[in-house]
């Protein structure tokens, strides 16, 4: 099994930044390719972004691209989302994702106050 654990959430003014971090453990030889959701109150959970873990190519949606970068450092197995000029709208519990075992992290509050 794999396990994810996210860190680096909180609370923080419309325009400010913060970086998530993603640490996998357990079987984590097999490559798989990663990824962030996020679920607000009373919304679905959509996609954020993803990486190809080979080489690092990201994906991102319409709604963060510009302003979140995804990474990942294949040494540690760990993966981040560095968030930019983040927006009230941007207020959600974030989750890692890791494709192929469909592992899910149990969240980060990010709160951006307006």
């Known amino acids: 099994q794999v396990q994810l654990v996210e860190s680096g959430g909180g609370l923080v003014q419309a325009g400010g930044s913060l970086r998530l971090s993603c640490a996998a453990s357990?079987?984590?030889?097999?490559?798989?390719?990663m990824g962030w959701f996020r679920q607000a109150p009373g919304k679905e959970r959509e996609f954020v972004a993803s990486?190809?873990?080979?080489?690092?190519?990201?994906t991102y949606a319409g709604s963060v691209k510009g302003r979140f970068t995804i990474s990942r450092d294949s040494a540690k197995n760990t993966m981040y989302l560095q968030m930019n000029s983040l927006k009230p709208e941007d207020t959600a519990v974030y989750y890692c994702?890791?494709?192929?075992?469909?592992?899910w992290g149990q969240g980060t509050q990010v709160t951006v106050s307006s």
């Open positions: 994702y890791r494709y192929g075992t469909r592992s």
């Open positions: 990486i190809t873990w080979s080489d690092g190519i990201p």
């Open positions: 357990g079987r984590t030889l097999s490559i798989y390719n």
